[in-house]
Structures are given as structure tokens and as C-alpha cells.
T-cell receptor, first 110, second 119 residues
Framework: QKEVEQDPGPLSVPEGAIVSLNCTYS??????FMWYRQYSRKGPELLMY????GNKEDGRFTAQVDKSSKYISLFIRDSQPSDSATYLC??????????FGTGTRLTIIP | GAVVSQHPSWVICKSGTSVKIECRSLDFQATTMFWYRQFPKQSLMLMAT?????????EQGVEKDKFLINHASLTLSTLTVTSAHPEDSSFYIC???????????????FGAGTRLSVL
């Protein structure tokens, strides 16, 4: 079993829809949770960063962390074609290494 | 936000030559830098972690003598692919995290990546 599980998709939704992306994990030591967006042939771009459980909102993006269920989510409201990318969840505990999900390929259909 | 610059973005080289990739943190001091390799449609694979002024720590299976990493200052790390071969062709990405005072501790900020093609 992988430490972090993420549905690779692909996921296609119409423009304007709410997108829900999820990851589950098994390591209780994870405390820092991140979502990155990666466009083709580019480096990952940090979207959201959350420490421990709770919700965090930034514009159209909301990140949720439920440590009791070992489950994290990223919601994108009013999705735009420019949101089409691969979304990577990442998390870490006390050491510096990030553990990534496999990434979900998202396409927003105009 | 924290900015990491990676150069070059694309390099083509002949088999047997060496290639150097630079990674710079532009607006924060990067105490730790990471180098990743990414194959098409796959997630990032950590190659090594480097702390400023120290030798890099390589992940299992990564050849230290082939992938030379130098982190001589708080803003610059380099990856040199020595005696490159076609199987080294890949997308290489660096990331950096900083000191607690800079507000970027525990977060990795990524460069744009370097596409290496070895002929």
C-alpha cells in the first residue's frame, strides 16, 4: 500500500463546475499538507498549504484536511479552462521530504 | 511568494558529455534544496536532498557519481549530470525550502524544470 493514494483520473468537468480532488494517506506522522498544480512540462506550483486539520480558503480554492480520517481534499469553485492541469497532493511529517500522490489530471471543458 | 529559478529550461547534449543545471532561490534563503526527476505522466521522484555547505543525501538507487550536487550557498544549488547517456533523458526539477524566519520553512517551492535530451 502506498503512503499516499490519489486517483490519477483523468477527470473532465464542464467550465463553471465545482471540482473535488482527494487524497488519502496512511502515515499518522504527516502534519503538513500541500496541493500543487503542474502544467505540462512545467514545475509544480504551490496552490494551498495547510498545517494539521481544518479548512483553508484562497479565492476559488478550498483545502480541507481531516487527520482523523487521513483524508485531504481540494475544491475548485467556478472552474476555468486555465485550471486544466495535473494536481498533486503532497505531505510531510517532521523530516523534510515530501511524499506525493500520483497526481490527478484535470480537464475543464469550455 | 517565494520564487525559485531553474536554468536552463531545455538542454540537448551528446552522449558522454556533462550537463549542469542551476537552481536559485531568488527572494529567500534556501537552507535545503531538493532535486527530482519526473518521467512522462508520472509523479516526482526524489533524487537527493542537499543542505547548504553539506554533502547531498542521495536516495536509494541514485548514482552519486553520475548526479553531482553542489549547494555552496543559501541561494544556489547545481546538479551536474556526468557522462550523460540517452537513458538520462528526463525532466529534472529542483525545489527549495527556507529558514523559519523567512516564512517558507516546511514548504517546498519548485523551479520550472529542465528538460534534458541526450542524443
Amino acid at each position: 500500500q502506498k503512503e499516499v493514494e490519489q486517483d490519477p483520473g483523468p477527470l473532465s468537468v464542464p467550465e463553471g463546475a465545482i471540482v473535488s480532488l482527494n487524497c488519502t494517506y496512511s502515515n499518522s506522522a504527516f502534519q503538513y499538507f500541500m496541493w500543487y498544480r503542474q502544467y505540462s512540462r512545467k514545475g509544480p506550483e504551490l496552490l494551498m498549504y495547510t498545517y494539521s486539520s481544518g479548512n483553508k480558503e484562497d479565492g476559488r480554492f478550498t483545502a480541507q484536511v481531516d487527520k482523523s480520517s487521513k483524508y485531504i481534499s481540494l475544491f475548485i469553485r467556478d472552474s476555468q479552462p486555465s485550471d486544466s492541469a495535473t494536481y498533486l497532493c503532497a505531505m510531510k511529517g517532521g523530516n523534510e521530504k515530501l511524499t506525493f500522490g500520483t497526481g490527478t489530471r484535470l480537464t475543464i471543458i469550455p | 511568494g517565494a520564487v525559485v529559478s531553474q536554468h536552463p529550461s531545455w538542454v540537448i547534449c551528446k552522449s558522454g558529455t556533462s550537463v549542469k543545471i542551476e537552481c536559485r532561490s531568488l527572494d529567500f534563503q534556501a537552507t535545503t534544496m531538493f532535486w527530482y526527476r519526473q518521467f512522462p505522466k508520472q509523479s516526482l521522484m526524489l533524487m537527493a536532498t542537499s543542505n547548504e555547505g553539506s554533502k547531498a543525501t542521495y536516495e536509494q538507487g541514485v548514482e552519486k557519481d553520475k548526479f553531482l550536487i553542489n549547494h555552496a550557498s543559501l541561494t544556489l544549488s547545481t546538479l551536474t549530470v556526468t557522462s550523460a547517456h540517452p537513458e538520462d533523458s528526463s525532466f529534472y526539477i529542483c525545489s527549495a525550502s527556507g529558514t523559519s524566519g523567512s516564512g517558507v520553512k516546511n514548504i517546498q517551492y519548485f523551479g520550472a524544470g529542465t528538460r534534458l535530451s541526450v542524443l
